[in-house]
């Protein structure tokens, strides 16, 4: 009969092994089931604001039609805004270019090729 029962700690070990899976899996069940309730909420808020926006921009191009006395001109109008804003905005998320500065290259001296 040893000193230590080594089956003992061996069960332990692998009791407090399997706990601190369970408790690592459900931290990131949690953490994933927030990040899915956070992406449904924005996709319901976006779609709230878009109807909004669009019966808003509707509304605009009515007016614009009844002020100009025409059915068409006032729709055109609000389109062609969109149009701009939106391609001000594409403009925006383009990666700016390259500086036409190129970086300067290492020179190689004589002493560091002969190394080599």
């Given at each position: ?55 808003l ?27 701009v ?32």
């Amino acid at each position: 009969m040893g000193f230590f029962n080594n089956n003992g700690l061996i069960d332990l070990l692998k009791n407090y092994l399997k706990t601190q899976f369970e408790l690592v899996k459900l931290d990131i069940q949690e953490r994933l089931e927030a990040l899915l309730e956070r992406i449904f909420k924005f996709i319901i808020l976006a779609f709230a604001l878009g109807i909004g926006i669009l019966f808003l921009l509707h509304g605009i191009a009515n007016m614009i039609n009844t002020y100009l006395d025409s059915q068409f001109w006032g729709h055109l109008i609000v389109s062609g805004a969109c149009f701009v804003v939106g391609a001000i905005m594409l403009a925006s998320f383009r990666k700016p270019e390259e500086n036409s500065v190129e970086p300067e290259e290492e020179e190689i001296t004589a002493d560091e090729s002969d190394t080599e």
